[in-house]
C-alpha cells in the first residue's frame, strides 16, 4: 500500500516563491513506488487549490500525512498546523506551539533564557508606545532591529547611530504589532540542521558568509553572491558546543520533526549565541537544510522518508493521548 502525501505549498507569506521551491524539491524527491502525492497549493491571496482542506477529522480520508511546505507567516507559525490538529491528520514537523514559539522572536529567547541558554541581550516594544531614547541610552551601537514574528530578514535594520533608530523602529513596526532590538554580533553566523521527535540529532553546522553588510533579503534570495562553508570551519569542541546547543533550543522550544537553529558566534569573544529556530527552514535543493544533512551521511529523499516516519510516529503517540474523561 502506497502511503498518500498532501504537500502544502505557496501560501501568503513574503516566502510564496521560495515555498514553491521547497514543495517542488520534496515532491520530486518522493518515491512514487512508495509515495502518491496530492497537491495543495495556497496562492498570496490565500485562497487554495484545487480546495482546502477541511478542519473536520476524516474529511479527508485519501490523505495519510500532510508536509506542510509553507515558510514564514500563515503556515510555519502554527496556523496550518491548528488546522492540521482539528482535522487530526499526521504532518511533518513543529506542532501548532513549538511553530509558534519560534516564530516570534521575543518568545523564543524568553524560553531560551529559561533554559540558560545563550540568547544576544534585547528589548521589545509594542507598536503604539515605540521610543527610541531607552535603547539608545541602554545599547551599544550597532544594533539590529527587526520585526518580532517575520522571516527573510524583511523590516529588519543594522542600525549604526541614534539618529537612524526611530526609522529603524517604524520601518519594523510596519511588519508586527511588536518589535525586537538587540546587540549587533561582531562576528560569524552559523547554522544547525536537527531532526527528530522525542531525541533529536543534529546535523554538522554550516558556514554562512553573507555578500552584503547582514544577510539581508537581497542577499537570501536576489544576489545569490553570499557562501557556504560545510562543514563550518569550528574547533572540535565548538562544533560539539553548537550541536548540543541546538538539540537544547529543539527541546526547550517544543519543537517536533526538524527545524534549523541559527547561531552567532562572536569573535572577541568566541562566545556563541542562538539567534533564532526555523520550524520549516528552506528545503530547495541547494537549501542549507538538506545540504547539512547530505553532509552528516542522509541524503535528500532519505531526509523527507525520515520526515514522513515521525510525523506519522508523532500523531501514532498523540492518538494514546486522552482529549476527554
Ligand atoms: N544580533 C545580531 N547580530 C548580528 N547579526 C544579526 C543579529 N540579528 C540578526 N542579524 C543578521 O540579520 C539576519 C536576519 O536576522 P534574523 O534574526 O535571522 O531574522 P529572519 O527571521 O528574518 O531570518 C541574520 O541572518 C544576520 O545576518
Ligand atoms: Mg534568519
Request: proline fraction near 6%.
Given at each position: 500500500?502506497k502511503?498518500?502525501v498532501?504537500?502544502i505549498?505557496g501560501?501568503r507569506s513574503?516566502?510564496?516563491?521560495?515555498?514553491?521551491?521547497?514543495?517542488?524539491s520534496?515532491m520530486?524527491?518522493?518515491?512514487?513506488d512508495?509515495?502518491d502525492?496530492?497537491?495543495?497549493?495556497?496562492?498570496?491571496?490565500?485562497?487554495?487549490a484545487p480546495?482546502?482542506?477541511?478542519?473536520?477529522?476524516?474529511?479527508?480520508?485519501?490523505i495519510d500525512?500532510?508536509?506542510p511546505?509553507?515558510?514564514?507567516?500563515?503556515?510555519e507559525?502554527?496556523?496550518?498546523?491548528?488546522?492540521?490538529?482539528?482535522?487530526?491528520?499526521?504532518?511533518?514537523?513543529?506542532a501548532?506551539l513549538?511553530?509558534?514559539?519560534?516564530?516570534?522572536?521575543?518568545?523564543?529567547k524568553?524560553?531560551?533564557?529559561?533554559?540558560d541558554?545563550?540568547?544576544?541581550?534585547?528589548?521589545?516594544?509594542?507598536r503604539?508606545?515605540?521610543?527610541?531614547?531607552?535603547?539608545?541610552?541602554?545599547?551599544?551601537?550597532?544594533?539590529?532591529?527587526k520585526?518580532a514574528?517575520?522571516?527573510s530578514?524583511v523590516?529588519?535594520?543594522?542600525v549604526?547611530?541614534?539618529?537612524?533608530?526611530?526609522?529603524?523602529?517604524?520601518?519594523?513596526?510596519?511588519?508586527?504589532?511588536?518589535?525586537?532590538?538587540?546587540r549587533?554580533i561582531?562576528?560569524r553566523e552559523?547554522?544547525?540542521?536537527?531532526?527528530?521527535?522525542?531525541?533529536?540529532?543534529?546535523?554538522?553546522?554550516?558556514?554562512?558568509?553573507?555578500?552584503?553588510?547582514?544577510?539581508?533579503?537581497e542577499?537570501?534570495?536576489?544576489?545569490?553572491?553570499?557562501?557556504?562553508?560545510?562543514?563550518?570551519?569550528?574547533?572540535?569542541?565548538?562544533?560539539?558546543?553548537?550541536?548540543?546547543?541546538?538539540?537544547?533550543?529543539?527541546?526547550?522550544v517544543?519543537?517536533?520533526?526538524?527545524?534549523?537553529?541559527d547561531?552567532?558566534?562572536?569573535?572577541?569573544?568566541?562566545?556563541?549565541?542562538?539567534?533564532?529556530?526555523?520550524?520549516?527552514?528552506g528545503f530547495?535543493?541547494?537549501?542549507?537544510y538538506?545540504?547539512?544533512?547530505?553532509h552528516?551521511?542522509?541524503?535528500?529523499?532519505?531526509?523527507?522518508?525520515?520526515?514522513?516516519?515521525?510525523?506519522?510516529?508523532?500523531?501514532?503517540?498523540?492518538?494514546?493521548?486522552?482529549f476527554?474523561?
Amino acid at each position: 500500500m502506497k502511503t498518500t502525501v498532501a504537500v502544502i505549498y505557496g501560501g501568503r507569506s513574503g516566502e510564496h516563491e521560495i515555498s514553491i521551491r521547497s514543495a517542488k524539491s520534496i515532491m520530486a524527491a518522493l518515491d512514487r513506488d512508495r509515495y502518491d502525492v496530492m497537491e495543495y497549493f495556497i496562492d498570496p491571496m490565500g485562497k487554495w487549490a484545487p480546495e482546502p482542506i477541511l478542519p473536520e477529522p476524516g474529511a479527508q480520508p485519501e490523505i495519510d500525512v500532510v508536509f506542510p511546505v509553507l515558510h514564514g507567516t500563515f503556515g510555519e507559525d502554527g496556523t496550518v498546523q491548528g488546522l492540521l490538529e482539528l482535522a487530526d491528520l499526521p504532518y511533518v514537523g513543529a506542532a501548532v506551539l513549538a511553530s509558534s514559539v519560534s516564530m516570534d522572536k521575543e518568545m523564543t529567547k524568553r524560553i531560551c533564557m529559561e533554559r540558560d541558554l545563550p540568547v544576544v541581550e534585547y528589548v521589545v516594544q509594542a507598536r503604539h508606545e515605540l521610543d527610541p531614547a531607552p535603547i539608545a541610552k541602554g545599547f551599544p551601537f550597532p544594533v539590529f532591529v527587526k520585526p518580532a514574528n517575520l522571516g527573510s530578514s524583511v523590516g529588519i535594520s543594522k542600525v549604526h547611530t541614534a539618529a537612524e533608530l526611530e526609522p529603524a523602529m517604524r520601518l519594523a513596526a510596519e511588519f508586527d504589532r511588536k518589535i525586537i532590538v538587540e546587540r549587533a554580533i561582531i562576528g560569524r553566523e552559523l547554522e544547525c540542521a536537527v531532526l527528530g521527535n522525542d531525541d533529536p540529532v543534529a546535523s554538522l553546522p554550516c558556514e554562512i558568509l553573507p555578500s552584503k553588510e547582514f544577510y539581508d533579503y537581497e542577499d537570501k534570495y536576489l544576489l545569490d553572491r553570499a557562501q557556504f562553508r560545510l562543514p563550518a570551519e569550528l574547533s572540535e569542541e565548538q562544533t560539539a558546543e553548537l550541536r548540543r546547543l541546538a538539540v537544547e533550543c529543539f527541546r526547550a522550544v517544543g519543537c517536533e520533526g526538524m527545524a534549523r537553529v541559527d547561531f552567532l558566534l562572536e569573535s572577541a569573544t568566541g562566545k556563541l549565541y542562538l539567534n533564532e529556530i526555523n520550524t520549516i527552514p528552506g528545503f530547495t535543493s541547494i537549501s542549507m537544510y538538506p545540504k547539512m544533512w547530505e553532509h552528516s551521511g542522509l541524503g535528500f529523499a532519505a531526509l523527507v522518508d525520515r520526515l514522513i516516519e515521525l510525523a506519522l510516529e508523532r500523531h501514532a503517540a498523540r492518538k494514546a493521548t486522552r482529549f476527554t474523561r
